[in-house]
């Protein structure tokens, strides 16, 4: 049985649109099952509509559904992407994190494999504190934190952060493309450990 991989996250300006679709890519070409999952935009309409990035990033991402519990339910892996805001996820991905009760009560989300990524105007603005922050979440569900560590080359020539790929706000380089897919490849071979 393949595994099961929802690729979660939320997306301001693009950034981490841009590594959802290739986690998503890279977990299919692995032999995942995928959803790809964002996080509904929580904040006011006269807010998101005021930038013009922000509404445009919006309506390219219509297509894609949002998460719901029975995305989080079905999947035997997480991988998730989210901006930082201040050193920890932004709200939209901690609003929807707060609607999980009732699965973590049920243990619907123990024993799932996680990894996490990030964006943050600069290297030291927080990247590492908002992946750790995913991971403490993931640590009261009781998953399986499944983080790249220095497991392959790749590590050394994306920035070197252990916890997961982060990256400056843009489009992926080349190197960025190769990093979220070992990271994504990896996710995948210990989601399907998990389940056998």
């Not at 509904?40 to 006269?46: D, G, H, Q, S, V």
């Not at 991402?61 to 920890?88: C, K, N």
Request: hydrophobic content about 40%.
């Amino acid at each position: 049985m393949p595994a099961k991989i929802t690729v979660l996250f939320y997306s301001t300006y693009g950034t981490n649109h841009g590594v959802a679709l290739e986690a998503a890519r890279a977990a299919e070409a692995a032999g995942a099952e995928v959803r790809l999952r964002r996080c509904r935009e929580t904040a006011p309409a006269e807010v998101v509509n005021g930038q013009e990035a922000w509404r445009e990033q919006l309506e390219k991402m219509q297509d894609i559904p949002e998460a719901t519990l029975d995305d989080m339910e079905w999947a035997d892996g997480y991988f998730i992407s989210v901006p930082t805001r201040f050193g920890v996820p932004a709200s939209q991905f901690r609003a929807f994190v707060d609607t999980l009760g009732p699965l973590w009560q049920s243990g619907a989300l123990a024993n799932k494999a996680v990894t996490a990524t990030t964006s943050a105007q600069n290297p030291h603005g927080g990247q590492e504190t908002t992946i750790q922050s995913v991971y403490v979440t993931a640590m009261h569900w009781g998953a399986v934190i499944v983080a790249p560590g220095y497991a392959d080359p790749i590590k050394f020539e994306d920035g070197g952060n252990p916890y997961g790929y982060s990256c400056n706000p843009g489009p992926l380089d080349e190197t960025g493309k190769k990093s979220v897919t070992f990271q994504a490849q990896r996710l995948v071979k210990y989601a399907e450990k998990l389940t056998q």
